[in-house]
C-alpha cells in the first residue's frame, strides 16, 4: 500500500471518524432539551414547536455519530491498479 493510502486511511478512518462521532454525540446532548415538552426550536429564524423539527434536532446528530462509528470500524481501503 502507498503512502498515500496509509495516511488517506488513516485521516478518514481515525481522524473524521472520531470527529464525526464525538460532535454528533455532542451536539445531540446540546439538543436534548428541545424534546422537553413546551420548549421550542428555531427554524429559518422563526420560533417553531413541530415535534419533527425538535426530534431531528436530536436524531439527526446520532446518525452522524453512528456513521463516525462505521467509519472508524471500516477496513482500510486500498485500490487494485492490476490490469483487467
Sequence with gaps: M???WRIFNFLVRRVVAV????GGIVEA???IHSVLPGDIISVNGV???DLVFRWSAVVLPLVVAALGLALYRA????PNFSDG
Design 19 to 22: 470527529v464525526f462521532a464525538v
Design 2 to 4: 502507498t503512502r498515500y
Design 47 to 49: 420560533a417553531s414547536d
Design 29 to 31: 446532548l446540546a439538543s
Design 75 to 78: 477496513k482500510p481501503f486500498a
